[in-house]
């Protein structure tokens, strides 16, 4: 009997319980929320720039600095002035700095391994600007910049049309094993192979500056005289040298010897209006603004392409007095 009254009693509790409303404890889950944003107010980018070797390079630094000051930016930005090693150190500095990401225009494509790994190791990402470097692809997220190869092709298939298919080149050569000087040395031959009556009859290093271009050139002329009908400078500032030389010796740049640049910096189409310069193959260096688009996308750990081309063209003295007005650098 005490059995049974005990049922009757939880029953009626039960009921009791039912008839209230109550009803089991639920445990509320927490949902996740994603990570928050950076924006450019929150994030500090180091920049490694390899030097001023040339007016390009002038106005890739100034794109970069003053893109970082619009947009508020802190940005922490070390000169390398053309040396490898000086470069390197300015990559350790900014890993000790703390940075959140590392923006680096390589002087040359060896010889970057050991750092790029440091940064790695440390949480660091790297992104290359403007010349690339010979490391293993997990060693920097993306490079933006120009398609060097494709450059030296368009100069060679203008320096073709401009010859009629015949001529006696000499080549002012950019930094020996940067990546400009590389591909732009391929891509001009490649084009060639298809004209058999075009030579380089003379190939050296300018070190992408003017001194050195017109001090190349004049050696040139001294060795080779008359036979010289083209010049391929790498860039334009040698370009500007080698005119100088020209003239020195007393011939008309872009007259007597037919010239191609790459770059198309201002003083490129100041030398197309005066008739010296026969055509300029643009390298566009104002990547300040990609740049950093980029790099907010990596720090916020957005996908990227590993590659961002820059957009680029190619321009000729009949256009260039109505283009240069426009012109940023």
């Not at 150190?89 to 050991?114: C, F, H, M, N, Y």
């Not at 690339?132 to 490079?143: C, K, N, P, T």
């Not at 190939?203 to 080779?224: I, P, Q, Y």
């Not at 500007?240 to 020209?246: N, R, V, Y």
Request: charge should be negative.
């Amino acid at each position: 009997m005490k059995t049974m009254r005990a049922l009757l009693a939880l029953s009626a509790l039960l009921l009791l319980l039912g008839t209230l409303g109550c009803q089991p404890t639920q445990t509320v889950v927490p949902q996740a929320t994603s990570p928050v944003k950076k924006t450019y107010a929150d994030v500090i980018i180091g920049y490694a720039q390899l030097g001023a070797e040339s007016e390009w390079r002038a106005a890739n630094t100034t794109s970069i600095k003053e893109t970082a000051d619009q947009l508020g930016i802190e940005l922490h930005f070390l000169d390398a002035q053309q040396n490898q090693d000086k470069q390197i150190e300015a990559v350790r500095k900014l890993i000790v700095q703390k940075v959140d990401l590392i923006g680096i225009s390589p002087i040359v494509e060896t010889g970057w391994s050991e750092v790029f790994q440091e940064a790695k190791n440390a949480g660091i990402p790297i992104i290359l600007v403007d010349r690339r470097a010979a490391v293993q692809e997990d060693l920097y997220v993306s490079y933006l910049g120009s398609d060097f190869l494709e450059e030296g092709r368009n100069a060679a298939r203008v320096m073709a049309d401009l010859t009629g298919g015949k001529a006696q080149i000499v080549e002012l050569v950019g930094t020996i094993n940067s990546a400009p000087a590389n591909d732009r040395y391929r891509g001009f031959r490649e084009i060639l192979a298809d004209y058999p009556e075009m030579e380089i009859i003379a190939s050296e290093t300018g070190d992408f500056t003017r001194a050195r271009g017109r001090e190349v050139m004049e050696k040139f002329l001294n060795e080779h005289g008359s036979e010289i009908t083209a010049v391929y400078a790498h860039n334009d500032d040698m370009a500007l040298g080698a005119i100088t030389a020209i003239e020195e010796h007393g011939l008309k740049p872009g007259v007597d010897i037919k010239i191609i640049s790459i770059d198309a910096a201002r003083g490129a189409f100041e030398a197309m209006i005066a008739g010296k310069l026969n055509a300029a193959i643009e390298c566009n260096p104002l990547l300040g603004p990609q740049f950093f688009e980029l790099a907010l996308k990596v720090i916020n750990g957005e996908t990227v392409p590993k590659w961002v081309p820059s957009e680029e063209g190619i321009f000729f003295p009949f256009d260039a007095a109505e283009i240069l007005p426009t012109r940023k650098y």
